[in-house]
């Protein structure tokens, strides 16, 4: 690039790299082994909003492993699906680690549409699940995107079982489940009912929430939505209660979410790293708040794949 050429990479761009799952776990699995080694800058993400039931947060990170640095500014709006328009925008921006300067700006959405699946495969990686049967509540991006990943990393998951509240739209996602048995559930308890694998995707709280009892015994659990599906018991009696930072976690803990749950027993990098061997037995939860090292890490890998290639993104001048 040239001294004050800016790469801006927008959702087409993104999309022709053709990213693997395989790519993509792998890249975000190198960035918590990076976190376990001290190499990672995280600070808690602020939060700001314009209207209720929103946020808008930033999340800036350096990776000293493949001395990456950048932010992430991001917004969920809930009203977005009354207006026709997608729940997350956001615009990811890196920048020279030498200088400072600005050097790509990057469609955000996208960046988290593929991040947070992808730290769900790092810790379907690293726990070891049954793979009878995947449930999964809430069939958006989110859902079908865990749906993907899943089956990347587990080939193996003999059954699908999924819930929507809208119709139509679980079948739609299970067209995904190649000929593995598949099953649209008819309410989220029944999703989750002797799952191996139980993941939530929601946007809007659910009431009542799930406790988690009826899942197997030693089910892994993946609240993608923080605690809006699944209730504070489930996390209360969970044989081992894993974030994705202790950091990101004790700056909303009691003040914004996660009243009354108990204390973390470990957190994703530990496990990675092999610090932390996670037991076969009981019901595991892995609560991955979604950290702005995977922003950054997951744009690092899409500018690197990019380089030397005028054929993607568009180049302007700046600054």
Same mark, same amino acid.
């Given at each position: 690039?040239?001294?004050?050429?800016?790469?801006?990479?927008?959702?087409?761009?993104?999309?022709?790299?053709?990213?693997?799952?395989?790519?993509?776990?792998?890249?975000?699995?190198?960035?918590?082994?990076?976190?376990?080694?001290?190499?990672?800058?995280?600070?808690?993400?602020?939060?700001?909003?314009?209207?209720?039931?929103?946020?808008?947060?930033?999340?800036?990170?350096?990776?000293?492993?493949?001395?990456?640095?950048?932010?992430?500014?991001?917004?969920?709006?809930?009203?977005?699906? =009354?207006?026709?328009?997608?729940?997350?925008?956001?615009?990811?921006?890196?920048?020279?680690?030498?200088?400072?300067?600005?050097?790509?700006?990057?469609?955000?959405?996208?960046?988290?549409?593929?991040?947070?699946?992808?730290?769900?495969?790092?810790?379907?990686?690293?726990?070891?699940?049954?793979?009878?049967?995947?449930?999964?509540?809430?069939?958006?991006?989110? =859902?079908?995107?865990?749906?993907?990943?899943? +089956?990347?990393?587990?080939?193996?998951?003999?059954?699908?079982? !999924?819930?929507? /509240?809208?119709?139509?739209?679980?079948?739609?996602?299970?067209?995904?489940?190649?000929?593995?048995?598949?099953?649209? @559930?008819?309410?989220?308890?029944?999703?989750?009912?002797?799952?191996?694998?139980?993941?939530?995707?929601?946007?809007?709280?659910?009431?009542?929430?799930?406790?988690?009892?009826?899942?197997?015994?030693?089910?892994?659990?993946?609240?993608?939505? /923080?605690?809006?599906?699944?209730?504070?018991?489930?996390?209360?009696? @969970?044989?081992?209660?894993?974030?994705?930072?202790?950091?990101?976690?004790?700056?909303?803990?009691?003040?914004?979410?996660?009243?009354?749950?108990?204390?973390?027993?470990?957190?994703?990098?530990?496990?990675?790293?092999?610090?932390?061997?996670?037991? @076969?037995?009981?019901?595991?939860?892995? +609560?991955? !708040?979604?950290?702005?090292?995977?922003?950054?890490?997951?744009?690092?890998?899409?500018?690197?794949?990019?380089?030397?290639?005028?054929?993607?993104?568009?180049?302007?001048?700046?600054?």
């Amino acid at each position: 690039m040239t001294s004050n050429e800016f790469l801006v990479l927008n959702r087409a761009s993104l999309e022709s790299l053709a990213l693997s799952w395989p790519d993509i776990v792998d890249c975000i699995e190198d960035a918590f082994s990076q976190k376990a080694q001290g190499l990672v800058q995280n600070p808690p993400k602020p939060k700001v909003t314009s209207r209720d039931d929103a946020f808008i947060h930033a999340m800036p990170a350096y990776l000293g492993g493949i001395d990456a640095i950048g932010i992430k500014w991001v917004a969920g709006y809930e009203q977005n699906h =009354g207006k026709g328009l997608p729940y997350i925008h956001g615009a990811v921006l890196m920048n020279d680690p030498d200088t400072g300067r600005p050097i790509a700006l990057l469609d955000g959405g996208w960046i988290t549409e593929m991040r947070t699946p992808a730290v769900s495969g790092v810790t379907l990686r690293h726990v070891p699940v049954k793979t009878g049967r995947l449930a999964i509540v809430g069939c958006g991006v989110q =859902g079908r995107r865990h749906l993907e990943v899943a +089956l990347s990393e587990h080939p193996d998951i003999e059954e699908v079982v !999924m819930y929507d /509240y809208v119709d139509g739209v679980a079948e739609r996602a299970l067209e995904a489940a190649g000929d593995r048995r598949t099953r649209v @559930a008819r309410s989220p308890q029944d999703c989750v009912e002797g799952a191996d694998i139980a993941i939530t995707t929601i946007t809007v709280p659910l009431e009542p929430k799930l406790d988690c009892r009826n899942t197997d015994a030693d089910a892994l659990l993946l609240p993608v939505d /923080y605690d809006d599906a699944m209730a504070t018991a489930a996390f209360q009696e @969970a044989a081992v209660f894993s974030v994705d930072d202790l950091g990101q976690y004790s700056s909303v803990a009691g003040r914004k979410y996660f009243f009354d749950f108990p204390d973390p027993t470990t957190h994703l990098a530990e496990v990675v790293s092999g610090e932390y061997a996670v037991p @076969a037995q009981g019901r595991r939860m892995f +609560l991955n !708040m979604g950290l702005a090292l995977d922003d950054i890490a997951l744009s690092a890998l899409v500018l690197e794949r990019v380089a030397g290639r005028a054929d993607v993104g568009q180049r302007i001048s700046f600054p």
